[in-house]
């Protein structure tokens, strides 16, 4: 719709009223252009579009916990004991190369059996995270021997790997949503003038882990990783219009 230009004037000098003119007559052509171009925007067809690429991968990064448990009349020597078997459990897991080690939860509490005396009970946890399954299975059966028992044992897959995926996935699910778009287009007789909004998603790793393990308390756990289902989904308005003959 053309803009309308309402004048209000002031005696000022000529150049000031040619620039007044000159600025009057931009804002114009701009509202007019704007207007138009909305205006041509409302008489096309908006498409809304959901494509989403994804692959297989296996899941790489194996999570192990393990704990420290103790029973005892005093808390002071279950204290003790913890703190000694913990160490001993850090030090031999800091010696396998390419295991990230790190401690859980810590709890010591009392309890009082119905039919029984009071006692103490401790335990703590440490957690192993690294991608060599094989050595540490055999850490986590070094440590079951020691007394340790597994608490979990989880297959994930590493965020360098999603990341690696993410590129590849984000041009297929690309070309697959262009694809779509222009078949869509096509069976209502029109065509794919531009793309007016995209949003891409980060790649992703759909559902959780499952723990897959079997053990046994002196023997190195038996492991299998599985796949996970890694994805990348791009959500896109398209703007179609009547083909050109």
């Known amino acids: 719709m053309p803009g309308i230009i309402i004048g209000i004037w002031e005696r000022v000098p000529s150049g000031a009223r040619r620039v007044t003119v000159f600025l009057a007559i931009a804002v114009a052509l701009f509202a007019s ?138 041009a297929e699910a690309l070309a697959a949503l262009d694809h779509r778009a222009a078949s869509i287009a096509d069976r209502m007789h029109l065509a794919v003038v531009r793309f007016r909004d995209v949003r891409a998603g980060n790649a992703e790793t759909g559902g959780r882990p499952v723990p897959r393990f079997a053990a046994m308390a002196m023997a190195a756990p038996v492991a299998e990783p599985g796949e996970a289902m890694v994805r990348v989904t791009i959500e896109a308005e398209l703007l179609l219009a009547p083909a050109r003959p």
Not at 78 to 101: F, K, W, Y
Not at 115 to 127: A, D, F, K, L, M
Not at 150 to 158: E, M, P, R, V
Request: glycine share 8%; no cysteine; proline share 3%.
């Open 33 to 170: 252009t704007h207007a138009l171009a909305q205006d041509a925007d409302q008489r096309m067809t908006v498409l809304h579009l959901s494509q989403t690429a994804e692959r297989s991968v296996i899941r790489d990064l194996l999570r192990i916990e393990l704990r420290v448990e103790e029973t005892g009349a005093d808390a002071r020597p279950v204290q003790a004991a913890i703190n000694r078997r913990m160490a001993a459990a850090l030090d031999h897991a800091r010696q396998v190369q390419g295991v990230r080690v790190e401690t859980g939860s810590y709890n010591v509490g009392e309890e009082r059996p119905q039919n029984g005396p009071t006692r103490w009970h401790g335990s703590q946890s440490v957690i192993l995270t690294g991608k060599d399954a094989d050595s540490m299975l055999k850490l986590a059966g070094v440590l079951q021997s020691d007394g340790l028992s597994t608490s979990s044992l989880t297959y994930d897959t590493a965020p360098e790997t999603v990341r690696g995926a993410e590129e590849d996935l984000t």
